[in-house]
């Protein structure tokens, strides 16, 4: 009798691909839902609170797990490599955070080439002491046997360009209450058809934040500190570069509430192909002014136009990485 | 064979178009190296359009529209301007070169202005060669179809 409540239970499994662990917290942020989890679930795999090794994973029968939440970019070989396996052993992927949705913060890398990661990373850093350079090595012999270290690819990937993804929840991260609604859904069998965006909405952000708008003219753009805002008015208005017009809505408009400007983690609105296109459309056309050099000044004093435009989507992007990267 | 670079070009209707007509008509000879694309105004060219065409194998992207003060919508061309400087950066922050990318007045009179803008860019890109994006680039989402094409790296 114990065996079959046993089998009832869910199988899930939670990973990180490139990430930094925030969307692990988020899991962690459904407070006492997480128990409940643990009571619905077995947690076969999940790095951060778990025990659970790969070799488990590799010992399981294909489709044997119910769910795997899959967050992190497809960085390097180990990435790549665990997201194959998860793949094979789970029955509904989930890509899970900006990263494995639409590749993230570190899809910003792909502006570069691997030579100027690593110089930067290892040898070009005011943080290296100098003479104290370390230089990692994909193989070690050490007196146990040999050690090896994930290989580095030319290009970070989102998740569903290395294997099938069924549903996308996007977010940096995503809002814990969407992440109980995916896992309560897993459980009660509720699935939305596969390819699903769930956990979001289909309008822009600007739909659902309540800041007044009016007309958007604007003679000189501001970083968020440089400037005293209006907390009623929209930021745009203000000058403050907000990506809510492309953005997809769903996060509770956490960031304009707070007074921080949306920075577009939710990936764009159906329909848009390119988020950082439509962002340079939209923050252009809000420029007043019909004389050259006034628009070059005013457009100039923008940094980094690719961090702003691509924050956190540039390998989802039509072109998605530079031809620095090859 | 010798390399022939193609170029995208979007044309507004009441200039450019007009003006690329004119060489026509008049017969004015100028490279065959633009393909055209008659949009209502260079106000309508969307930055989505510009990196379409990239990732579909343009080696080069004009836009051409009214002289300023001309517009036929009055600002249409303001537009386009303002938009193409933050166009101009994120192309090179995508490893574009500036020569690849050319916003373009010429009225529905000039003709031979068009015709030389051609020759111009057409020389220019032959210069530099195609433009070589990353290999394993898709415009469909879904598994990467070759994995050798994102070789892997060591370092040390």
Redesign the interface.
Known sequence: MAETVEKKKLQIAIYWGAACGGCDVAILDTDAFILDVAALADIRLWPLAVDGKYADVEAMEDDELDLVLFNGAVRNSENQKIAELLRRKTKVMVAMGSCAHIGGIPGLANEFSRDEIFNRAYLDNPSIEEGNVVLPVAEKKVAAGTLEIPHFHRAVRRLSDVVEVEYFLPGCPPAPDQIKAVLLAVATGNLPPAGSVVGASDRALCDECGRSKDEKKVTRFFRPWQIIQDPEKCLLEQGILCAGSVTRAGCGVRCPDSGMPCRGCYGPPPNVMDQGAKFISAISSIVESRDAGEIERVLGEIPDVMGYAYRFGLPASILQRSTRSQ | MEYEPTIVGFLCNWCSYTGADLAGTARIKHRPNLRVIRVMCSGRV???F???A??SGADGVMICGCH?GDCHYL?GN??A???F???K??MA????EDQRLRLEWVSASEGERFARLVDTMTAELKELGP???????S?V????PD?TA???????
Do not use: S
């Open positions: 969307d930055p989505t510009i990196m379409q990239f990732a300023p600002e303001d537009k301007y303002r938009r400087q933050l166009l950066k994120l922050a995508y490893g574009i433009l070589k994006l990353p290999p394993d680039l415009l989402p879904g598994p990467c994995p994102v070789r892997e790296v060591t370092h040390g």
